[in-house]
């Protein structure tokens, strides 16, 4: 009878190791990932409360602003009528992952986009209004859940 050389049974029992070593690594790092979640998710978090912090102060004649969840990809829009024309600053921030995106509009028609990265830093945009009208601005992003927030007042 034939004997197997005393190796085989070795290097069969070492590649299967290596080949579970993977997965179960990746598992290990999936568990790892999952126990340490923030403890308060965007979907529990006080708005009003994180304003405070990420967008404390409001400049004078601020004509439109806005701060919530963008838990979905819905846009969120707010309008103000009757914004003289003018240069005006957009300040913008948000919290979260990725980056929040805000259009603004004239009468229906499109002036600007600015966009926040969610890291809680003010980011700013410059938007000139050629003509009096209803200012719309829709907030949104692809990497919702996120918190927002922003106003729009003259420039300085």
Known sequence: MPSRPAFLPCARTAAAVRRSLPAAVVAGLCLAVAGCSPSNPVENADVSKWRATAMPSSPAGVVLQ???KILNRDRIV???ARVPAGNYTLTAV?????KAFFAVSL???????AGAACNGRQETT????P?????EISSSSVDAPLLYAYQLAPAQ
């Not at 003509?131 to 200012?135: E, L, N, P, S, T």
């Open 131 to 135: 003509a009096a009208g209803r200012v």
């Open 78 to 80: 707010q309008e103000a």
């Open 126 to 129: 410059r938007i000139r209004l």
């Open 94 to 98: 948000c919290d979260g992952t990725g």
């Open 107 to 113: 009468d229906g028609k499109a002036l600007a986009e």
């Open 66 to 68: 806005d701060s919530g």
